[in-house]
């Protein structure tokens, strides 16, 4: 019974890990950077609920909408402002702009809310699920949030691959250039999956408190990091990638943590990173891309 | 010996930067002598040292070999433990401070430098976003390793563990030097002023030394054009490898010299910020431009000292500037904008990019 327990909240903190990880694959995919404040987008997501709920009392799942859009907002500035003046300029200028981001929203979030550790309330309010006369409790937190992965990633699947907006981003992510010369708008289309990116990390954001209630300006820097090593070792670029890398990530993470050692959990991910990354570049599930001269 | 052109101007500008350090060193033991150092600001004198050999180290991975590492803390993390082990196991046997100083800088940097190979070898592999991902995940373990680890100093030897401080079986006569996510405690501060300026004019040596060299121009060009460069012969991973082995050594020399400044040491003081707060010095001070990194690691380590009033604004503040650093010289049209400020204030000077130093 307590390797399903173990299983679960596995699925489950994968299935958060998942849903951050398309938001950082979708960016790598279209705009072939490494969106660094993603996790902090996260962490704004998580402090917008907060204050919805706790501050001006709204409905759990009023805060949720206002999460979203308000990471959307911010992950469609941060890509107006810092990222797109960049577009042509080399990878380690972008990266290191991705890093001041992601710093300045710590910082920002340090001063308004200070460093004190806010509790959260759980956006789920349903009783756990008791299973085998009581053996196995599920909590519903963990429940809605794999039934949120799922959603998500159907949802997500069914964007990319049938509307006009998914077509566009496959375009410029294959090829720039032609995706422009064949009438379709670059700029729109990488600000559109940065938009989508955020609500995804808004989401996330949530979830993430509702299981972990700890809520700080560094709460989202260390799951985002863990989501960008699930969407390495799915392959970066590629949806069911960052799908499965997240969910395997979680069950490692939970089950390292169980049979293993509780204080190395973090050393056992990020060896697992590097291992990949040594054996398969390129992850599970991503392409192998030859370079050009 | 007859120096060409261009070998007289780096002499020159080499000459400039060694003697900045060495001035700074003169005029701060003047101020000292006279009484005007304040006592929190000698504090910081080591602490500025161990940064400045930091982001003159970081700067050989990012400007010259053109790398992003994010786990320079972790290498600096090395050192510095590695350093307060041998410190302290020599305390016995070697009496003389500055002795078991050099012999805690060695092993730092030579640990340091171990480690180095042994994350470059696979992670050199990789470019540009991975490799800064592969490197902060080192970076991470470091830090989550060391939380964990207790070592102890008994009759017959050095011991280890992995699960708390009575594992080790020390007895009664035995010291512990690690206590797991307690650190380090009871260091000799070894640390002085004289030792860090001499640290930082070894690094220097070291460091200008290897960008004027024949492995410095090959570095370069593996950075500039990683193809053409391999298509006349230079071998990338080990020129690659050469500096980023440089690179995390002298992190761990700096390392060493930072722990034996205080009485105890922490894992965590060398997390994912300290490596920021490094790429911060190196970015503000120029990419590729070592007097740069030696002049930000001095002033952004003495300033908020200073600017104590501001201290809760200094990190936005540093988040910004590491933003618009990175805007201003790389978008075109914030490139013109910068060069017509800066004409504004030196007019009839060539507007001119500097270049790599």
Known sequence: MTFLSYLVSGLSLGSIYAIIALGYTMVYGIAKMLNFAHGDVIMIGGYMSFVATAHLGWPPLASVLLAMLVCTVLGVVIEQLAYKPLRAAPSLAVLITAIGVSYFLQNAALLIWSSNPKSFTSVVRLPSLKLFDGQLTISSVALVTILACVAIIIGLTFIISKTKIGKAMRAVSEDKAAAQLMGINVNQTISVTFAIGSALAAIAGVLLCSAYPILMPTTGAMPGIKAFTAAVFGGIGSIPGAFWGGLLLGLIEIFGKAYISTQLSDAIVFSILILVLLVRPTGLMGRKISEKV | ?357
């Not at chain 2, 500008?13 to 000292?32: E, H």
Request: charge should be positive; include cysteine.
């Open chain 2, 1 to 357: 010996m007859k120096l060409t052109k261009t070998g007289q101007k780096r002499l020159v500008s080499n000459s400039i930067t060694y003697g900045m350090v060495v001035l700074a060193f003169i005029l701060v033991q003047i101020v000292d002598s006279t009484g005007h150092l304040t006592s929190s600001l000698r504090g910081q004198l080591v602490p500025i040292c161990a940064y400045i050999v930091m982001a003159v180290s970081l700067n050989l991975t990012v400007g010259v070999l053109g790398e992003l590492s994010l786990g320079h803390a972790g290498f600096m993390s090395l050192g510095a433990f590695s350093g307060v082990i041998v410190s302290l196991g020599l305390r016995d046997m070697v009496g003389a401070g500055p002795l078991r100083l050099l012999a805690a800088l060695l092993v730092g940097a030579v640990i340091a430098g171990l480690f180095g190979f042994v994350v470059g070898v696979p992670a050199l592999r990789l470019r540009g976003d991975y490799l800064a991902i592969v490197t902060l995940a080192f970076g991470e373990i470091i830090k989550n390793v060391i939380n964990t680890i207790y070592v102890g100093i008994g009759p017959d030897g050095l011991r280890v563990s992995m699960s708390d401080q009575a594992s080790l079986g020390l007895g009664e006569t035995g010291t512990v030097i690690l206590r797991g996510p307690m650190g380090a405690v009871g260091v000799d501060k070894l640390a002085s002023f004289g030792a860090g300026i001499i640290l930082v004019l070894i690094t220097l040596f070291i460091v200008l030394n290897l960008v004027h060299s024949r492995s410095g121009r090959a570095i370069m060009a593996v950075r500039d054009n990683r193809i053409a460069a391999e298509s006349v012969g230079i071998s990338i991973t080990r020129y690659k490898l050469t500096a980023f082995i440089i690179s995390a050594a002298l992190a761990g020399a700096a390392g060493a010299l930072y722990a034996l400044n205080y009485s105890t040491v922490v894992a965590r003081k060398f997390d994912f910020n300290t490596s920021i707060l490094v790429l911060v010095f190196v970015v503000l001070g120029g990419i590729g431009n070592i007097r740069g990194s030696i002049i930000a690691a001095a002033v952004l380590t003495v300033l908020p000292e200073m600017l104590r009033a501001f201290n809760d604004y200094r990190m936005l503040a540093y988040a910004i500037i590491l933003i618009l650093v990175m805007l201003t010289s790389n978008n075109d049209r914030l490139k013109q904008l910068r060069w017509r400020f800066i004409a504004r204030f030196r007019r009839g000077t060539p507007q001119q990019e500097v270049d790599h130093e």
